[in-house]
């Protein structure tokens, strides 16, 4: 999808991030900690609790399931990339946001 690949070029082009894998998918870290996952239906995103509630507004939303085996990860939420819109540049951002900060404060101490 065009709207993902904009995503992972303007993110990449961020200070600390790179493109690595997670669960056999691409997934963009910063500061070596994975803030999205690009799978092949879906787009999985770490947010901060404020953020989970925007997130699950999207159309299709749902707290990620790794392994399918439904222990759903509370910070992570999944979005079907048939729902794919401007909102998860947003969603990214705030993703982008919540693992920086919160690794810039790990590293001082």
């Not at 894998?21 to 770490?46: H, P, R, T, W, Y």
């Not at 439904?70 to 705030?94: C, T």
């Amino acid at each position: 999808m065009e709207i993902i690949q904009e995503i992972i070029k303007k993110f990449k082009s961020k200070e600390g991030v790179i493109l690595s894998k997670m669960f056999g998918s691409q997934a963009l870290k910063v500061n070596d900690k994975v803030f999205m996952i690009i799978m092949k239906e879906s787009i999985v995103f770490k947010l901060h609790p404020d953020d989970i509630v925007v997130a699950l507004a999207v159309k299709g939303a749902d707290y990620f399931d790794a392994h399918k085996n439904g222990h759903k990860m509370k910070e992570w939420i999944q979005i079907p990339n048939d729902y794919v819109n401007e909102s998860y540049f947003d969603l990214a951002n705030r993703a982008y946001l919540y693992i920086k900060k919160g690794t810039i404060k790990k590293q001082k101490k």
